[in-house]
Every structure is written in C-alpha cells, then in structure tokens.
C-alpha cells in the first residue's frame, strides 16, 4: 500500500507491470531537481512520451508534466546523461519483491542497469551489464554490502513474488511469528496487506504459523497467488482513507477510482514545487560583514566538532567495558589473520559485539562503531588513549574557536583599492595534449606523441567517445569527448596532426570508430607498436580531408591562444592566422605568427595578453613538418 510514507514492495509490483507495458522505451532527457528527486523523460512507439518522476526513499511513478527542468544540471544528472541518453531499455524488472525497480538498456554494443532503490533513504545506482557498480547517488558503507564503484550490486535471493507451492509453506512454518507478521515480514508484504491475505485466506490472523496445516497453508497460498496477481494487473487503482492502492481492498470504500495506478500515485502525490532563485537585486555585502559571516559560521562549525568529540568521550567511556574487550578481540585477531579477513568474519558474525561494528578501516587498524554515535577506535590505543584522542580534537577545536573570536574582535584595516589584474589563467588537465573546442563545444584532444596517443586511450576514452585517426602511419590518436555536429572539424584537426602534413599532401583520408573497436591485443604474429592500436569491426570513413590549422589569441572569457580547425578558431578568436603544409620550420612560423598577432591586436588587447602570446604557447599548435602563413586576419 503506497502512504506517505512512500510505496511498498506489492506497490512496485504493480508499477513494474504497468511500464513493462509500455516498451520498448528509450531514455530521453534526465533531471535531478534535489538530492532525492529526478525526472526521466521516456520516449515510445509512435512519438509516445513518458514522464517518470522519482523521489527515491518514497516513490517512483508516471505523471502528465515534470518540474521544470533546472537551469544548471547537476553532476549525476548530467553522468546520467553520459551513458543512459538515446539508450534502448530492454527489460524492467523489480527484485524479489523489494523497493527496487531495474531498468536494463541496452547503449551502443553494451548493456548498462539503472537500479531505483525506494528502501530507506533511497538511491539510484547505474552497474555495468554484469551488475558490476559503476557510480551511485550516494556511495554507502554497511556490514551486508558496498555501495561503491567497483563493488557488485546484489540482485540474487528469493523472490518473494513467485514462491512454490513447498517454498511458501517452509517459509510460514517456520517462522516464530504468528501468521499476519509473518506474512507482513517473511513474505514483505506490509502489515495492511497481510491483514488482506488472511481475509482472503479465511484464517484469523493471529493464528500461530506453528500449527499451520496442509488444508491452511493451500488456502493461505492461493490468497497468497491472488494478491501478487491483482498487484500486477493494476486493474481499478483506487484511493481510500487509508491510501492509495493497485487494487481495491476487502470491505474499504474508496474515495476515487483511476485508469492506471500511475493516476491514482500522481493524484496521491502532488509533485513538489522547486523554487528558482528570484530575479532581481541579490543582497549585497561589503567584504567586512561576508568575513565576519564567514568567522560566524566557523564559530559554530567548531562549537559543535567540541560538543560532538566531548560527547565521544563520554560515551567510550560509558562503554568501558565492551570497548576494552572488543580492542583485545581484535588485536589478538589480527595477529592470526589480515584486516580483510577479520571484515569478513564481521559481516557474518551474529555476536552483539559484532552488531555494534560499523566498518572496519584496514589502513589504520580501526573500527567504526555505533555507541549511541559513531566512534572510532583504534586497536592499537588503550581505551584511554581512544578518550585522548577525542579529548585532543576537544581541544584543537577549541583553539580555532578562539582564534576566531579573537579575528572577530580585531578592527578591520583600511584597504586600498586596486586595479583587477587580469591574470594567465590555471592550465587545465588536457591542454598538455593537442586539443580545440568544435563549434558546438565539444572538446575534441589528440596525442602529441607515441606515449601520449597510448595514455589518451588507456586512461582518458571512455564509452561515449569516437577515436578518430588519420589513415596513415604516424599520428595523433584523436578522442571525441562527447557527440558533436561537426565531424568536419574533427577530422580535419586528426589529418592536420599527422604525417600527412609532414609529408606536404594538401588533403588525406581519415577514419573514426567506437571505443570497443580499440584494442592492443594483436593477432596471432602480429606486434602492436606502442602508440599504435588495432581497430576491429567496420570504421566510417571520412574522404580527401582538406589540410590546415588556425592559430589565435583570446581575451574573452579568459586569456588564451588557441589553436585547431580553421571554423572552430575563426569563431572564438578576434585575430588569427592561417597555416597549411610548406616549407617553413616550426619554430619560424612560431615567431612569425606572434609578430602578426601582436601587430593586429589593439594597444589593450596586447598588453591584456602578454603574458599568454608568446613563441611557446604558438609552437604547441603548430604540426610537425614544414608550414606556410597563406592567410592572416
């Protein structure tokens, strides 16, 4: 039964059939609207589209409209988009009869899980085809399981939604409970919906599941079988006092009625209102009262480490004894075996000892435990060196809290205004290789030698990329960092950088293919030079790729040169020259075009950019081999 609270398992039940109803599907657009909310736009058959709305921890559901989509996507939202846009869904399954829908899709040759977890405070979780975690939400740490990249996600177990006949009579007999908690835990179907199993049944709900006979349990099974077969044919969804439900209850009255149980949860859940920020004036504060808030928060940011590590102390203390035991256990222990043993002995350990072990860190030789807060004990300290560890932090906290106040309590001095200077701003991670921006602003980077042809590939092409090589021995090793419109650009920068250009052809060939299609491994006899790779499979062709390389300088938004296809540069630069294969060393043509681009550039424009032109930053984008100047603007 879906309440405030958030949906059951049966109620996923429901949902799963309903959208398995819908495919094929093909992921659209995603948004994340907070830390819990998403939408996903699912496109169908026929120009049919889809709305699903998730507020994980609670519930997941169609709708007829989604928030608007916020102005600045965030970084899971947007690594969503990564691998899952455009991709097939090919199955829609929920597992056992848990708070956990999977989409399986289908991108490109491989297969990716998108797994909804609606239990506790919920989580989206995206594994490779073989359930292998490639990134969640929010990375978790627990004694069953590990939320963590690399880490396999756990899709085994009974399945609760379809026991036989023997199965769902072991289960019953031989719980402790009487029956209804026992069909309310055991089975995981809710205490309402338990209470519906035994009014199907015939049998009081407090019968005790010990004294369960062949007759009560054929009974019990096809109330059982009747319930999971209403959940999935969402046939009348329906809102009573009570909730809202994929079938109508025995004896409730219901207050609406609705098509689909998707109708019945939107109208059971108005969809949040996120609020953008207000246009207009934000309120504006001098440097001395944001340092002043700032000295503000760091007070109270400090009072609160004290409250908690004085609280730590305590409570170590209170738990004298077992911290005491559970040091020598462990201690002892880990002369016997390694730390990863001992977390494992853990997680499967029922002792009360055990129980209060959160995680275990092998780096350190600690534990994390849970004594009314979580703590950390190290097993190699006393139970007083532990307190003394808490009661140093006390005491370091104390003294940033004093040295605010005292930076509080000092007057301000008097500041001279100054000029902004604009200064050359911080390299980023791919501008050691060759690299440009395409006209849409896809960023496209290329090898500059063997060694880095064999890096691009290894560490930095991933499953959304295009490689890009000119058909020829020697040359850049091209990666596409992203789709873009103008493979025109692309092409000419990989024909650009490579011994075409050396060798003084105007045009050449160029090829591109998929990440998969990359490999090192030859075939038998063969070798793979380094910086080299083989291609398998069919590769698209781009013919009589007209050669040639613009080089120019930036102020806006930061200070550069720039350099790549001619298109891509002319958009972005005010001034630029252009080469093509002649006969002029690099280094000529490095100081040629820093003259020509100072003399075109304003008195201001110069000066803003002498510290970014110069002989060096040009000669990174010159191509190896001789070079002629034949346009200048």
Not at 60 to 86: C, I, Q, T
Request: proline share 4%.
């Amino acid at each position: 039964m879906a309440t405030t609270k958030g949906m059951s398992g049966l109620d996923l039940a429901a949902l799963t059939a309903e959208l398995k109803s819908l495919l094929p599907l093909w992921i659209g657009k995603i948004y994340q609207y907070n830390n819990t909310t998403f939408g996903f736009r699912l496109n169908g058959e026929d120009k049919a589209r889809h709305l699903f709305f998730i507020e994980i921890g609670r519930r997941a559901h169609r709708v007829s409209e989604l928030p608007p989509a916020p102005k600045n996507p965030s970084g899971y939202s947007m690594y969503l988009r990564k691998f899952l846009d455009g991709g097939k869904v090919l199955s829609i399954s929920q597992k056992s009869i848990e708070r956990v829908i999977i989409l399986e899709i289908g991108k490109g040759s491989g297969t990716l899980n998108l797994a909804i977890e609606l239990f506790d405070e919920g989580n989206l979780i995206l594994t490779d085809g073989e359930f292998g975690i490639q990134n969640a939400l929010k990375k978790r740490h627990f004694r069953e399981r590990e939320i963590v990249s690399g880490e396999v996600y756990d899709v085994g177990g009974v399945d609760l939604s379809n026991l036989s006949p023997i199965a769902f009579s072991e289960l019953l007999r031989s719980s402790e409970r009487d029956l209804v908690r026992s069909i309310a835990v055991d089975l995981m179907f809710g205490g309402a919906m338990a209470e519906e199993l035994c009014i199907r049944a015939g049998v009081e709900k407090e019968f005790p599941t010990q004294y369960l006979d062949d007759r009560i349990i054929s009974q019990l099974y096809t109330a059982y079988k009747s319930i999971i077969e209403d959940a999935r044919s969402h046939n009348e969804p329906v809102i009573d006092a009570k909730g809202c439900w994929s079938f109508p209850l025995t004896g409730s009255t219901p207050k609406s009625r609705y098509t689909t149980f998707s109708e019945a949860l939107a109208s059971y859940y108005p969809l949040p209102t996120f609020h953008e920020e207000k246009k207009g004036k934000k309120e504006v504060f001098s440097r001395e009262e944001r340092i002043r808030r700032q000295q503000e928060a760091a007070i109270k940011t400090f009072e609160a480490k004290i409250a908690d590590s004085e609280r730590a102390a305590e409570l170590i203390y209170e738990r004298y004894t077992d911290i005491r035991q559970l040091i020598t256990t462990l201690d002892a222990a880990s002369q016997k075996m390694s730390w990863q043993d001992i977390a494992k002995v853990l997680k499967d350990a029922d002792h009360p000892a055990a129980a209060m072990i959160v995680s275990v860190n092998p780096a350190d030789a600690s534990v994390v435990v849970d004594i009314g807060m979580k703590v950390t004990i190290s097993i190699q300290k006393s139970v007083e060196g532990n307190v003394g560890v808490y009661y140093d932090l006390m005491k370091k906290f104390r003294s940033k809290r004093e040295g605010a106040i005292r930076a509080m309590n000092r007057p301000t001095p008097k500041q001279k205004e100054r000029t902004a200077i604009r200064k050359r701003p911080k390299p980023k991670w791919f501008q050691r290789f060759r690299w440009f921006e395409t006209s849409d602003g896809v960023l496209v980077i290329g090898g500059r030698d063997a060694n880095q042809n064999e890096e691009l590939v290894k560490k930095y092409m991933e499953g959304g990329d295009t490689f890009v090589h000119a058909d020829v021995h020697g040359g850049s090793v091209v990666i596409v960092k992203g789709t873009t419109e103008r493979m025109d650009e692309v092409v000419q920068f990989a024909a650009s950088y490579s011994n075409l250009w050396k060798s003084g052809y105007a045009a050449g060939d160029v090829y591109s293919a998929r990440p998969d299609q990359v490999s090192k491994t030859p075939e038998s006899g063969e070798f793979v030079a380094k910086g080299a790779f083989v291609i398998r499979g069919e590769r698209e062709y781009f013919r009589h790729v007209p050669l040639g390389v613009a080089i120019g300088a930036v102020t806006e938004p930061t200070l550069a040169v720039i350099g790549g296809p001619v298109s891509a540069v002319s958009k972005k630069a005010k001034h630029m020259i252009r080469l093509t294969p002649g006969t002029f060393e690099p280094n000529d043509i490095a100081r040629k075009a820093v003259r020509t681009l100072r003399d075109k550039l304003s008195s201001n424009d110069a000066k803003v950019l002498k510290s970014v032109l110069s002989t060096e930053s040009v000669a990174a984008f010159i191509p190896a081999g001789g070079s002629d100047v034949v346009e200048e603007s």
